[in-house]
């Protein structure tokens, strides 16, 4: 179960990478401004999500504590924030937006209760 939570956790990272990496004018004209936002609330809910399980899955008696998971939130959130600089400066089209942090960051929050909440309930 440790290696399946560490490909999950990889393919998390390497997917959002991939998701923020494309071109704007390869993406759907949002006219709603929520469902980027919700994208955003998703992919990073999801590695946080998939951060949680796969430290659940470590003997590491560390990674189960209240600062790491504290820790593991702080780098979530500092990935979305490096990844608006990414497409700001690399990614044709797409820019910095602040919303976007900010729903990367509601994601990486909700995705905590909602982990404890279903690991509660197995």
């Given at each position: ?7 999950w ?5 390497i997917f959002i ?10 993406l759907?004209n ?25 430290f ?16 593991t939130?702080?780098v ?9 600089f990414y497409?700001k400066?690399?990614v044709?089209?797409?820019?910095f937006?602040?919303s ?23």
């Amino acid at each position: 179960m440790k290696k399946i939570s560490s490909l999950w956790l990889i393919a998390e990272i390497i997917f959002i990478f991939y998701m923020l990496s494309l071109p704007g004018s390869n993406l759907p004209n949002v006219d709603y401004w929520g469902q980027d936002k919700i994208i955003h609330i998703i992919l990073f809910g999801s590695l946080m999500y998939a951060a949680l399980f796969h430290f659940d899955q470590m003997d590491n008696s560390f990674v189960k504590t209240t600062r790491a998971r504290a820790l593991t939130m702080i780098v979530c959130i500092l990935y979305g924030i490096g990844m608006e600089f990414y497409q700001k400066y690399f990614v044709p089209s797409r820019g910095f937006e602040v919303s976007d942090m900010l729903a990367d960051a509601a994601g990486v929050i909700i995705s905590l209760p909602l982990y404890q909440k279903i690991k509660l309930r197995k």
